[in-house]
């Protein structure tokens, strides 16, 4: 068999065009490889279009009467004569030959006789609401059905007439027009089907079971038919307001804030499902918006003052979270809430700080408090910056309601956490408990209060060895730099220079003295803690009388110190001096560890079984309330290594002491000077006098530094310069008492012709 070649004689054409040198659509400049044989040139002759056939005068009436009865079966729901493509095409037939306008009106027609005749009167008839809404929807669907069906057959006049005319609906929005004017749009109807469905939907919310997919039919029609808005909308969102006003009202009164909570979220939650299963998505912000109106933002002040405390008392997490999440949707909610949250912080706080006989808890309390509001605000109200910066502004407010009391108590409680034996488990503890501690402190106006009993207890933990960590020590002074800058700390690092430059002095005292061991007592072992005065805090001037055996050991070191250091003065402190004294019992020997003043008094009993309180005081020459203290330590504490005659807890001018034999202890080393880390009244009373005499001269330098650069200044612009450059809490009447007293010291006088003016003088 062999293949035609293109162009042979008997005339077949090829099945694909030749494309002449062509490569992928492209030309080529070579010479055509495939050449036709007896190729001619054609012309293209262009023909009159063939007249149309003309049609029988009686096409259009017979065609419309085959249309017309395929449309009334489709609505009796009976069988169609005709196939639907001969249908299809009788439409088609009659658009051609222009007859689409008259056949549009004919459909029209039917459709509006069949709603009219067969739908509207039997919606009517219907009596009950339930069974009205469900025939309402079993004629929407039939309806719809009925359209679908019709616009197939007639979809060549939707397409070639109606959609060339825009003033004329398509055949779809026709049906719609049709039900909406002679069903719905029916007072009658419209108000029994609005009525059915509001009454379903109110069931639905007093927790009903109810048909839900009827609701979804009826309200979609509702929306197809565009009248959605116009005749539920404004009534539901009606209905619902006056359901949750008298809800509110009611459940308000019958219900705990919890429980009250509980119900608007799960009351928000099912509007939410609603929309999602059956009401248009455009309903849903009013009808939140009416459900958080009605139900919170009208009770947001009876919610917050009825409720708020008792869930902050019992941190109730979950409720606070929630009443967080439901003020966030109304409008100035969140600052509602956080002003509430912000003065119960203050009206709690303040009973903390302000009650005295709570002295003994008030840091722990504070942290505890700290502690707890700041997990609601983490967790609760979503760690917000508002909620922050709330309980910082609250804390700042109530602590320093009290002065100087808080950052007193402050600086001891760090004390008591940074003694030898504190019970914190771990460094790591101790370091997170001084972090919080911090943050109470940066709330303190008197940090100079702070200073300077923290100066005064660490001074003791440093020269009685009580710190419990060095580390913990510097980590702390480490805060300290940071938050208040290195003038603050300056003199607290100056006391632990001072430590470590002791521990070089007295290795090389130890070292001077091994070469005068024939001359001393080899029983004692002398240290000493050469102390800056600048740094430390002063400590008042007190003789006592020492065993001529320390009194010789004070000469070799001064000797030995101001050998090396000429020109400087030694000042011996026995204040805060300890020491360890071998004591022999009848139950064996014991190694007590007391204060040098403790040791003075048991060191006479060497001398004598029995003394007067009258001898004791002649033989050591301490201060009278300073030796009935330390008397009761070794009397009447729980280390008894005297007897008292007569016996009591107080120590009088008559009383007499003898040495205890039969003390007896499980530990051979026994600590009887934790009387040196208590604090006396006289303590507390002289360092609060230093802080307030402190506070004075920083107020005259202040005040003179001011009217130096200023020359000449008003009474009210000196107090208000003062009140920005001083970091003390301060009184206009303390500033001008310390203008008076520089006005009579002459260091600014005032001005002649206006005396609230000042002038400096030079």
């Given at each position: 068999?062999?293949m ?6 008997n005339g ?10 062509s ?24 023909k ?10 009686d ?5 419309w ?35 689409a ?29 339930k ?9 929407w669907?039939s ?6 069906m ?8 939707d ?26 749009g ?6 029994r ?30 929306s ?5 808005q ?7 969102l009606?209905?619902?307001?006056a ?28 509007e939410?499902?609603?929309?999602l ?7 849903r ?8 109106r ?6 947001s002040?009876s ?20 009443m967080?999440?439901?003020?966030s ?5 969140l ?14 706080g ?9 002295d003994?808890?008030?840091?722990q ?10 997990n ?48 914190e488990a ?9 972090d ?5 402190f ?12 923290y ?9 009685v060895g009580?710190?419990?960590?060095v580390?913990?020590e510097k ?12 003038a603050?700390?300056?003199k ?6 001072d ?17 005068l ?15 800056t005065?600048?740094?430390?805090p ?16 004070q ?7 101001l050998g ?10 026995p ?21 040098l003043?403790?040791?003075?008094v048991?060191l ?13 005081r ?5 201060e009278?309330?300073?030796?009935k ?24 001018d008559?009383?007499?002491?003898q ?8 530990l051979?080393?026994?600590?009887i ?18 802080v307030f ?6 107020i ?29 809490p301060?009184?206009?009447t ?11 010291r002459?260091?600014m ?12 003088v030079a």
């Open positions: 068999m062999r035609a070649t293109i162009g042979e004689e077949k054409r090829p099945n694909f065009s030749v494309l002449n040198n490569l992928n659509g492209m030309k080529s400049s070579g010479a055509s490889p495939i050449t036709k044989v007896g190729s001619a040139t054609k012309k293209l002759v262009v009159n279009f063939k007249e149309r056939a003309k049609v029988a005068e096409f259009q009436t017979k065609t009467i085959k249309l017309q009865e395929a449309v009334v079966a489709i609505q009796n729901s009976t069988p169609i004569s005709y196939c639907l493509e001969e249908l299809y095409m009788a439409v088609e037939n009659m658009c051609s030959y222009s007859m306008p008259q056949l549009y009106e004919n459909l029209k027609d039917v459709i509006e006789q069949n709603v009219r005749k067969n739908v509207e009167p039997y919606i009517r008839t219907v009596q009950d609401r069974i009205f809404l469900k025939e309402m929807e079993n004629c669907q309806h719809c059905r009925q359209m679908i019709i616009r197939s057959i007639f979809l060549y006049l397409r070639r007439y109606v959609l060339h005319n825009p003033s004329i609906s398509s055949i779809w929005d026709m049906g719609l027009d049709m039900f909406r004017k002679h069903v719905i029916q007072q009658l109807a419209q108000t089907t609005v009525d059915g469905l509001l009454m379903l939907i109110e069931m639905e919310r007093h927790g009903d079971v109810v048909d839900r997919s009827l609701l979804k039919s009826l309200l979609r029609m509702l197809d038919l565009q009248i959605y116009d005749v539920f909308e404004q009534r539901f009606t209905a619902t307001d359901l949750y006003v008298a809800e509110g009202r009611r459940l308000m009164q019958e219900l705990e804030v919890p429980e009250y909570l509980a119900h608007v979220e799960k009351r928000l939650q099912e939410n499902e609603r929309v299963h059956y009401l248009d998505s455009g309903t912000w009013n009808l939140i918006h009416t459900v958080e009605q139900l919170i933002s009208e009770h002040g919610i917050l003052s009825k409720g708020l405390e008792n869930l902050l008392d019992n941190t109730r997490i979950p409720e606070l979270k929630l967080h999440s439901l003020f949707r109304i409008k100035n909610g600052q509602d809430l956080c002003l509430q949250f912000n003065a119960y912080i203050k009206k709690k303040r009973t903390i700080v302000i009650d005295p006989e709570k003994k808890s008030m840091v309390d504070l942290l505890d408090f700290k502690d707890r509001m700041d609601i605000v983490n967790i609760c109200f979503g760690k917000t910056e508002k909620f922050t910066n709330s309980v910082k502004e609250a804390f700042e407010s109530f602590i320093n309601q009290r002065p100087n009391k808080p950052a007193e108590l402050i600086a001891k409680f760090v004390d008591s956490k940074l003694r030898l034996g504190n019970k771990t460094e790591e503890e101790l370091e997170r408990l001084l919080k501690i911090m943050v109470i940066r709330f303190i106006h008197g940090k100079d209060v702070f200073e300077a009993f100066k005064k207890d660490l001074a003791k933990r440093l020269l009580k710190s419990a960590s580390d913990a980590s702390m002074l480490s805060k300290l730099k940071q938050e208040c800058g290195g603050f700390t300056s607290l690092e100056g006391m632990f220079k430590m470590e430059l002791s521990r070089d002095i007295n290795v090389a005292f130890k070292q001077y003295t091994a070469y061991k024939s001359n001393l007592d080899s029983s004692i072992d002398l240290t000493v803690n050469i102390l005065m600048g740094y430390w002063t400590y008042a001037l007190v003789e006592v009388n020492l065993p001529k055996e320390m009194v010789q050991f000469e070799i070191f001064n000797k030995f110190y090396k250091h000429s020109g400087r003065k030694l000042q011996w402190q204040t805060l001096g300890h020491c360890m004294l071998r004591a022999s019992f009848e139950h064996g020997k014991k190694e007590l560890q007391v204060s003043f403790q040791g003075l048991l006479l009993f060497n001398e004598s079984e029995e003394l007067s309180y009258e001898e004791v002649t033989g050591t020459n301490i009278d309330s300073e030796l203290r330390t008397i009761q330590s070794l009397a009447c504490g729980k280390a008894r290594v005297l007897h008292k005659t007569p016996k009591g807890k107080e120590v009088g008559d009383d007499r002491f040495f205890n034999k039969d003390f007896a202890n499980k051979f080393r026994v600590k000077n934790q009387i040196q880390m208590k604090e006396t009244n006289e303590e507390q009373k002289a360092t609060e006098e230093r005499q402190d506070r004075q001269y920083q005259d330098a202040a005040i003179v530094r001011i009217m130096k650069m200023r020359k000449s200044l008003s009474h009210s612009l000196l107090v208000s310069e003062l009140f920005n450059q001083l970091k003390f301060v009184t206009p303390d500033l001008k008492k310390r203008i008076e007293s520089l006005i009579d002459d260091y006088a005032r001005d002649k012709e206006n005396s609230k003016n000042y002038n400096y």
